[in-house]
């Protein structure tokens, strides 16, 4: 579920492409400071968008250079830090990776999770004492998914997808001085909390039919999970539209100055191809 939303490389610029980069490696470069180099495996695509989001507005932050530990060439690379909120999401990007790969665990039995998961423990126990608001409602989240899960019934895909576009709203909430952008913030975390959701639904419906796995798409329902995909094509479809409009709406009244065109290209909600083969459509039709 995360990483859904990222910058699509064939239609921003090359500058749009430089600017997104610097607050994910602003937001990696935190994750360092305070989880140690290997934690910086774990950045988070849908947290840097809301890093970006909550640092575009702030006054305080500012570019800064260091040598990146992945380049094998000892690359030098310009981040973005903000004080006010780059710790902040580090702590929530560790949180959501660590109790992820729980999620993994108790649903997959995953070998590779349950590694991670115990190399993480001990700071994640640490995290999540100094953010308790946003752990707590992480995992009722989890909570309340996983007996969903377990019921397998056939609902609108909207009322699971909801749950987790509630979850970024009432769980992401960096400091903010204005209460209009702070709504405004809140709101596109909704909306697209349930595109990220309905995609990923989309993107895994297949692998999760075959491994035995819940899927809003084909829950409580028999035959071929394509086929099912499609009959309820015009159900997703309505869906994605819906978020798309409301965040294009929403991006035009947040205080964006000079990254407005960076956030427009972000928040586009490119399909993935594999997306348009699965609802049988394309992406210039379905946004027409």
Same mark, same amino acid.
């Given at each position: 579920?995360?990483? !859904?939303?990222?910058?699509?490389?064939?239609?921003?610029?090359?500058?749009?492409?430089?600017?997104?980069?610097?607050?994910?490696?602003?937001?990696?470069?935190?994750?360092?400071?305070?989880?140690?180099?290997?934690?910086?495996?774990?950045?988070?695509?849908?947290?840097?968008?809301?890093?970006?989001?909550?640092?575009?507005?702030?006054?305080?932050?500012?570019?800064?250079?260091?040598?990146?530990?992945?380049?094998?060439?000892?690359?030098?690379?310009?981040?973005?830090?903000?004080?006010?909120?780059?710790?902040?999401?580090?702590?929530?990007?560790?949180?959501?990776?660590?109790?992820?790969?729980?999620?993994?665990?108790?649903?997959?039995?995953?070998?590779?999770?349950?590694?991670?998961?115990?190399?993480?423990?001990?700071?994640?126990?640490?995290?999540?004492?100094?953010?308790?608001?946003?752990?707590? /409602?992480?995992?009722?989240?989890?909570?309340?998914?996983?007996?969903?899960?377990?019921?397998?019934?056939?609902?609108?895909?909207? !009322?699971?997808?909801?749950?987790?576009?509630?979850?970024?709203?009432?769980?992401?909430?960096?400091?903010?001085?204005?209460?209009?952008?702070?709504?405004?913030?809140?709101?596109?975390?909704?909306?697209?909390?349930?595109?990220?959701?309905?995609?990923?639904?989309?993107?895994?419906?297949?692998?999760?039919?075959?491994?035995?796995?819940?899927?809003?798409?084909?829950?409580?329902?028999?035959?071929?999970?394509?086929?099912?995909?499609?009959?309820?094509?015009?159900?997703?479809?309505?869906?994605?539209?819906?978020?798309?409009?409301?965040?294009?709406?929403?991006?035009?009244?947040?205080?964006? /100055?000079?990254?407005?065109?960076?956030?427009?290209?972000?928040?586009? /909600?490119?399909?993935?191809?594999?997306?348009?083969?699965?609802?049988?459509?394309?992406?210039?039709?379905?946004?027409?």
């Amino acid at each position: 579920m995360f990483g !859904t939303l990222k910058l699509s490389k064939k239609s921003c610029t090359i500058e749009q492409r430089k600017e997104y980069k610097k607050y994910y490696c602003g937001l990696c470069c935190s994750l360092g400071n305070q989880y140690g180099n290997l934690s910086r495996v774990f950045v988070n695509y849908d947290l840097t968008n809301d890093y970006l989001l909550s640092a575009i507005i702030k006054e305080k932050c500012i570019e800064k250079t260091c040598i990146c530990p992945w380049s094998w060439r000892r690359k030098k690379i310009t981040y973005i830090d903000c004080p006010e909120v780059s710790e902040y999401f580090a702590k929530l990007n560790y949180i959501f990776v660590y109790y992820k790969t729980l999620d993994d665990v108790q649903d997959e039995n995953s070998f590779k999770s349950r590694i991670i998961s115990k190399l993480m423990a001990e700071k994640a126990n640490a995290t999540s004492n100094e953010i308790t608001r946003e752990v707590g /409602f992480l995992l009722n989240y989890l909570d309340d998914l996983h007996k969903v899960e377990e019921a397998n019934e056939h609902l609108p895909i909207i !009322t699971v997808a909801e749950k987790f576009g509630v979850l970024l709203e009432q769980m992401v909430r960096p400091s903010f001085t204005n209460e209009l952008d702070e709504d405004i913030f809140l709101k596109i975390n909704y909306w697209t909390g349930i595109w990220i959701y309905t995609m990923d639904a989309i993107l895994d419906c297949v692998s999760d039919y075959y491994k035995n796995n819940y899927n809003p798409i084909t829950a409580g329902l028999n035959g071929n999970p394509l086929q099912i995909m499609r009959a309820r094509k015009e159900e997703i479809l309505k869906i994605l539209k819906s978020c798309k409009e409301n965040v294009t709406n929403l991006i035009e009244l947040y205080p964006t /100055f000079d990254e407005i065109g960076l956030l427009k290209e972000l928040f586009s /909600f490119k399909l993935p191809k594999t997306a348009c083969l699965y609802l049988e459509v394309k992406e210039d039709e379905l946004y027409a």
